[in-house]
């Protein structure tokens, strides 16, 4: 009867690890880096993933530069020969371009397994904040190591052309209200007039 639940124990264990092997993919990389160094990213797949249908890595464009890797979009990964072995890794290098915060997110959709079942793993997403240079500090928008009306025109532009990204969130958004607008360009003007900056 020991034996029995023993058994029972390592086969669900098993099953534990290969399951969340499958989905615990991570973004591999430093978490700071200088101004002009570059960081290698790498998302390990190991053998689990066959085909998906597209691939996107979105970043800040602002503080972080594309170098050279694997292409940043793709889309239909479809190849017959490769799937049973899978994809083990994609590979992206990118520069630090500008005192800040980047996350770099990537989003496959479709994705499929690359084992017999040919199971589908559904839309996969994963994320990683990288600091560059010094950081950011709050309201200072274009990491010029000032906060003042530039800052505050910086957000209402955001906001008038829908061009906020996840980073902005933290930099800009000075009432902590999970939006960015005129609120908070205000609270900027305000924070400059009263010097208290
Ligand atoms: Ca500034
Ligand atoms: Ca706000």
């Known amino acids: 009867m020991k034996n029995k639940i023993k058994r029972a124990l390592i086969v669900f264990f098993i099953f534990t690890f290969l399951f969340s092997n499958i989905r615990a993919f991570e973004i591999n990389s430093k978490d700071e880096i200088d101004i002009d160094e570059t960081i290698t990213v790498t998302i390990d797949f190991g053998t689990s993933l066959g085909a998906y249908d597209s691939l996107e890595v979105t970043y800040n464009t602002y503080t972080l530069e594309y170098v050279s ?20 890794s994609k590979t992206y290098v990118f520069k630090g371009k500008a005192n800040g915060i980047s996350t770099i997110n990537i989003d496959i959709k479709g994705a499929v397994s690359a084992n017999e079942n ?6 996969i997403n994963i994320s990683k904040k990288i600091t ?3 950081g950011y500090v709050k309201g200072d928008v274009n990491s010029d190591g000032a906060i003042n009306s530039i800052d505050a025109s910086l957000i209402i532009d955001k906001y008038k052309n829908n061009n906020i990204i996840q980073d902005d969130l933290e930099i800009a958004d000075m009432n ?3 939006a960015i ?8 003007i305000d924070m400059y007039k009263n010097n208290q900056i």
């Open 69 to 88: 890797g694997d292409p940043l979009e793709e889309s239909v990964w479809h190849d017959s020969s490769q799937e049973q072995q899978g994809i083990s």
């Open 118 to 123: 040919m199971d589908e793993l559904g839309d």
């Open 132 to 134: 560059i240079g010094f």
């Open 176 to 178: 902590n209200d999970g």
């Open 181 to 188: 607008n005129s609120v908070d360009a205000s609270i900027i």
